[in-house]
Structures are given as C-alpha cells and as structure tokens.
C-alpha cells in the first residue's frame, strides 16, 4: 500500500467488521477515514446493505470520500427501493403500516406496548401487539434476544431508513 496513511480507528474497525471482507470494500474503506463508522452504525453491518452502500459510493467518488459523499450515495440506495416500500405500504393495513413506521423511526423497539411508546406514536396497545405479531409472522419486522430480552427492529435495514427519512 504505497502512499497510503491508515489511521489505527480505521484499521480497529476494518478488523472488526466482517462486513468488509471484499477487497473492492476494503479499498474504499482505506479511502475513507470518518464515513466507516456511519457506514457499519446505517447497515447496521448487514453485509448485503453495507455492500450495496460501498458500491454506491464506490463507483461515485473520487480519491477521498466525505461525508456529503456518504449522504448522497445512502439517498440513492433509498431511492432504488422506493417503490418497493410504496408497494408496501399498499400491502400493509394501516395500523401495522404505523407501527413499522414506529419502530423503524425508533431503529429498536423493546416493549412495544409501553405506554411511552404507544403514546409517542398514538397506538393502543391490543392492535400494536396484533399488527406485531403478523408483521413478525410475515417477515416485515425482526424478532431478536438481546441480553435475554426481546427487541424489535425493521428486518430490510433500507427499508427502515427509508421510513425514517420519509414519514
């Protein structure tokens, strides 16, 4: 790697993440110094998503990619599957409609029928826990064991910020 400075941050991350085992990735990691961490942190280091985020910037940028850079190439990962996400909304009845749209806003979701939650986002309760029995059933949200607890989070990490950068 002639010329090139890696800062140990950037190193640290690029061990860590098994997100980065491509060499195409791995070279625009090297390029960037503060966008990998808002990288891996927005896909949540879902491979698929943080590929597809990579490329974009990949095939974009020039020899140093910035952060005005990484806002540009995740607007155009949303836009591609934007009508995908419209469709869904088509698919979805209203009230499980706001309850993706709530939990996505909030990325993780423990109790979903805490009464914060629920009033934050005008739910009740007996339809909130419905709407998150199907969505889970139908795949639309992740059911995960985080320190023995479960938690709730929009399963398509695109689709998530779509609906946070939307609604």
Request: one cysteine or more; glycine letters at 2%; charged letters at 25%.
């Amino acid at each position: 790697m002639r010329g090139i400075v890696i800062n140990e941050k950037l190193l640290q991350e690029i061990k860590i993440s098994d997100t980065l085992k491509s060499n195409r990735i791995k070279n625009l990691a090297l390029r960037m110094a503060k966008p990998i961490g808002e990288i891996l942190r927005w896909t949540r280091r879902h491979t698929f998503y943080t590929h597809f985020l990579c490329n974009q910037l990949y095939g974009s940028t020039g020899q140093k990619v910035d952060m005005h850079d990484l806002e540009s190439a995740k607007y155009r990962c949303l836009q591609q599957f934007e009508l995908t996400y419209l469709y869904y909304k088509k698919l979805l009845s209203p009230n499980q409609w706001k309850v993706t749209a709530a939990i996505a806003k909030e990325d993780m979701v423990e109790e979903v029928t805490a009464k914060d939650f629920l009033n934050k986002y005008n739910l009740s309760a007996s339809s909130t826990h419905q709407a998150v029995k199907a969505l889970v059933k139908d795949g639309i949200l992740y059911e995960m064991l985080d320190n023995e607890r479960v938690k709730y989070v929009v399963y398509d990490v695109f689709f998530s910020r779509w609906l946070q950068w939307m609604v």
